[in-house]
């Protein structure tokens, strides 16, 4: 599934390629991905996009015509990517929309989606103002530490949990957690509200990291993740604890790495990553 660093990994296409560009055309090939609000999408012809944001996993194109300005909000759920017309030879099956565009580096961009879990929402301010505060917590790229700390500290439940609450924090799915959790060497199941002051500042820390790290490396490509552009990332290369099952702890600690079953995997290491909140 796509996660912030890979939907920020698009947006930085989508951005060149787009912005400023007229959609002549919303060609829409399976009307059930899409959602409308009261908006239709043959508003959207003729309209100018003029911005292009990321709210947790989400893109939301922002249309503007005349005095009017309307929203498309862009799910990708489990498999959805955004392809240019370059990079979308093979991929014809599974294109739900199709935009067209004038006065673009890029003429074409298609939806594609096989699993279909993902939905396109056609929005006008109130809605999107709605959606957005009922779907999403804070980004984790520009919350200070202050708010991470007050936020973390008011939490009951599991890390873990909290992490992929997007509610909570919007933008971070299971394998960015599992990563952050052992890159601040702390047990998936421990309280928020019995970290230490320490622990917090490490947890923080390791948050803005990885997700930098990842999109520097252009996103993980599991599930076949594809940029707009049809290129593939490289984080998975450097994934230390998701998905290492029985492989040594990288740390040194003679550990191999255990999985737990919770809500989903979690992937931990029992030395480096004790389950005590006073560390
Ligand atoms: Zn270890």
Redesign the pocket.
């Known amino acids: 599934m796509p996660e912030l660093p890979e939907v920020e990994v698009i947006l930085r296409q989508l951005r060149p390629g787009l912005q400023g560009s007229t959609i002549s055309h919303f060609h829409v090939k399976r009307s059930d991905i899409i959602q409308i609000g009261l908006s239709s999408h043959q508003w959207y012809i003729g309209s100018r996009i003029s911005g292009l944001d990321r709210q947790g996993k989400s893109i939301i194109f922002t249309c503007q015509k005349g005095k009017d300005t309307r929203y498309i909000l862009a799910e990708l759920g489990m498999t959805g990517l955004f392809l240019f017309r370059s990079a979308s030879t093979g991929y014809e099956k599974h294109i739900h929309i199709t935009f067209m565009l004038e006065n673009a580096k890029e003429p074409m961009l298609h939806y594609w989606n096989p699993r279909r879990f993902g939905r396109v929402y056609l929005l006008e301010e109130k809605e999107l103002q709605q959606f957005t505060q009922r779907r999403f917590g804070v980004d984790p790229l520009s919350m200070t530490h202050q708010d991470f700390h007050a936020l973390v500290h008011n939490t009951r439940g599991r890390l873990k949990a909290f992490l992929l609450n997007q509610h909570k924090i919007a933008g971070i799915g299971n394998i960015y957690a599992n990563e952050i959790l052992y890159d601040a060497r702390i047990h998936p199941n421990t309280q928020g509200n019995q970290l230490s002051k320490a622990a917090m500042a490490r947890l923080y820390t390791s948050m803005q990291a990885i997700l930098q790290k990842a999109i520097q490396f252009g996103g993980s490509s599991i599930r076949d993740f594809r940029a707009p552009d049809g290129s593939r990332g490289q984080f998975q290369e450097h994934h230390i604890i998701y998905q290492k099952t029985g492989t040594p702890?990288p740390?040194g600690?003679s550990?191999t790495i255990q999985r737990l079953i919770t809500e989903r995997s979690s992937f931990y290491?029992p030395?480096?990553?004790k389950h005590v909140s006073s560390h």
């Open positions: 702890c740390s600690c550990t290491c030395t480096c990553q």
